[in-house]
């Protein structure tokens, strides 16, 4: 019984809380958080902004990128243009930069589109914009999701204290849930010249819809592992208190050999923890194996073994009634010869 109930509770509540946490890690990533903030370049938006920034809990990265501007292979000055962007962060090891040159400001990584425009699939090589100036290209960048709208993506890193414009602000929240608020932080410390020159982008709107999935899954998940388990208990409660009846002289002769009620009744939850343990073991394994054989997304082990342990559980609390039972029988009643 605890077996069936245990891989019940898999194969239904447990594939539903599989497909849950795999529709909310997709909300959940990256660019389901992020806040992105365009400025004119007469908005009086600038780099210094990462600094205020920097005393507002929730933000988990931020970036700030200069107007774009194009720039050319310097072995082919009439090759493909790309747009070149000046970038400051402190968390460039996101972007795939874990170490700058001594002179950063003048050297450049580029996304594989990039390169591959540029014709330098080996990310060797320099670039020149409009004006002349030249750029080294130092490496690849890794380009995430949420910077996916600026490919292909050329960055020259700067330092803090390198003054310039910004034309886009990156922000990612720690949480869904906190977008909005940490969006209406962002826009008091922007300190930009005219708000109306600044165009503030969020995804607010699946921070909302993330919280009706959980909401709807959970409460289907709860109600149906309430049902599973209330059904099991109740046939437990019934096999047990059968096979107490069959056992009956059994336990009288324990009793009438000195056997206390409290022996009696820890004997029989003993007994029934341990096979209720198997069966829990057993039922998981096989759900398990079950969800996998169908290509369905297995939930969690915290979840699993959240549900195993609370299968032997509810097996061990329905015995407990047949025990109390078996220990009140009466010795001499149930070892009279008839």
Known sequence: MVAGMCATVLLTTGRTVGAEQAVLGSIDSEGTRSIVIRAEPDAGLDATVLGRLAHIDGIQWAGAFGGAQDVTNIE???ATKIPLRLVWSSQLDHLGITALPPVANASVWASPAALAGLGMPDAVGGVVDGSGLDFAVTGQLT???FLAFLEPLTIAPQTADTPGTVSVLVIIAERPDLVAPVAEAVQSVLGVTDLTKVTLTTSENLATLRGMVEGQ??????SLVVVIFALT???VAAILYGLVMLRRKDFGRRRALGASQTLIIALLLTQTG???LVGATIGSIAAGIGLAASGDPL???DFVGAVALLSTTIGVIAAL????AAARRDPLKELRVP
Do not use: K, M
């Not at 899954?217 to 709860?222: E, N, V, W």
């Open 143 to 145: 380009t995430p999701d």
């Open 299 to 301: 939930p969690g082990w």
């Open 76 to 78: 082919f000055p009439g």
């Open 233 to 235: 208990a109740v046939l």
């Open 321 to 324: 009634l047949p025990a109390l």
């Open 217 to 222: 899954l959970d409460s289907f998940g709860r």
């Open 274 to 276: 341990a096979l209720a």
